[in-house]
């Protein structure tokens, strides 16, 4: 059974600063997608960035990037130049691709980011 | 382009009685999946729709909970006699064909008094 883990629980930066949020999983499957979302104060859920687990180039996109380090089963969210308005709780999810039949995401606990000013 | 459309936003029901949330999911996506977040058990997974077809219904608890997806533009969730611990945040969430990424909707803050 696939699982993910965020250890931490919650996390304060300076705006204009880089954090790294760290995530594991575990998973019998040889292929998989390992996704960030981040969860806004309104609640809403927003797709930010995603690692396919055959690729072994680090996906960024605009001021997020991934440390996918797969031996040690780790896909760490990395933030730079942080601003206010990234504050949120950020979630670590996955999905085994061995088949569609197995569509669903499975999340972690999530990281509450606060950044101030 | 409008994203993942779920109604209504809050309901708030009386123990035992019936809820039925809505989700229409973007359009083109073949792929439907229902979430459901509490404080205590995070993010949960109930059910999954492709192509309208119900494909995976682990997570779906036995009795009470029921889902359906009678064409590609909508599907429900409903609860029947519900309880205070149906209460919680259901999500919504779709995915085109061929793709991996799903998207969620704003979900539907339920609260059973």
């Known amino acids: 059974a696939q699982k993910v883990t965020q250890t931490q629980t919650s996390i304060s930066v300076m705006e204009k600063t880089t954090v790294t949020m760290d995530c594991v999983y575990e998973?019998?499957?040889?292929?998989?997608?390992l996704f960030w979302y981040k969860q806004t104060a309104s609640g809403e859920i927003v797709f930010l960035i995603r690692?396919?687990?055959?690729?072994?180039e680090n996906a960024t996109v605009g001021h997020y990037s991934l440390n996918f380090q797969k031996p040690k089963s780790s896909i760490g969210l990395i933030i730079t130049a942080t601003q206010i308005e990234d504050s949120a709780v950020y979630f670590c999810?996955?999905?085994?691709?061995?088949?569609?039949?197995?569509?669903?995401?499975?999340f972690g606990r999530g990281t509450r980011l606060q950044v101030y000013a | 382009n409008a994203g993942v459309i779920q109604t209504p936003r809050h309901k708030v029901t009386g123990k035992g009685q019936e809820a039925t949330l809505w989700c229409e999911p973007i359009?083109?996506?073949?792929?439907v999946f229902w979430y459901r977040q509490t404080i205590v058990q995070g993010l949960e997974f109930l059910t999954y729709?492709?192509?309208?077809?119900?494909?995976?219904d682990s997570g779906m608890p036995k009795e009470r909970f029921s889902a359906q997806m009678p064409n590609q533009s909508h599907s429900t969730l409903k609860i029947q006699s519900t309880q205070p611990q149906d209460s919680a945040v259901y999500l919504c969430?779709?995915?085109?064909?061929?793709?991996?990424?799903?998207?969620f909707g704003p979900g539907t803050r339920l609260l059973v008094l």
């Open positions: 969430a779709s995915r085109g064909d061929n793709q991996d990424t799903q998207y």
């Open positions: 998973t019998q499957d040889s292929s998989y997608f």
């Open positions: 690692q396919d687990s055959y690729k072994k």
């Open positions: 999810a996955m999905r085994e691709a061995g088949t569609q039949v197995v569509g669903q995401l499975t």
């Open positions: 359009s083109g996506h073949s792929a």
């Open positions: 729709f492709r192509n309208q077809a119900p494909i995976d």
